[in-house]
């Protein structure tokens, strides 16, 4: 429902923070922590973002699924100061994704439709980089 597109609760700050530290004390330095751009503004996705930059790791951004494809014009300003790149997946990290995707029932019709939608939304966005798109903080040059 509409309803969970809001900001996040002022008392998720503090969940915020045990992620932070969770994900602090967990990581390793040779680790690249994947976190959602937060398209969309799904508060799950605000959450968890805020608390993987909190952390001052190396960090890559994916554009949430489906509200990329719903609202394509969103991300050129939510990426203007990152860098992209291709992540290649294969067709069985294709397969893998959509079953992932598939697991949260519940969500599915809310966010694609239906599960057959999901499955050929998710591969056509696949299928043109024939991978997923990440973007990465742009280094400040000297």
Not at 26 to 44: Q, R, T
Not at 58 to 80: G, Q
């Amino acid at each position: 429902s509409a309803d969970i597109f809001v900001p996040p609760h002022v008392d998720d700050m503090l969940l915020i923070e045990d992620i932070a530290s969770i994900l602090g004390e967990k990581i390793l330095d040779e680790d690249i922590l994947v976190c959602p751009l937060a398209l969309g503004s799904h508060p799950d996705h605000v959450i968890v973002r805020d608390a993987a930059e909190r952390i001052r790791h190396p960090l890559r951004y994916y554009a949430d699924l489906p509200y990329l494809l719903r609202y394509p014009e969103a991300i050129s300003e939510t990426t203007e100061n990152l860098v992209s790149e291709i992540c290649s997946l294969s067709e069985i990290d294709l397969l893998a994704w959509q079953e992932a995707i598939a697991a949260y029932e519940t969500q599915l019709m809310m966010l694609f439709g239906s599960k057959e939608i999901m499955l050929s939304e998710i591969e056509q966005y696949w299928q043109t980089n024939r991978g997923i798109q990440l973007w990465k903080i742009r280094k400040k040059s000297s």
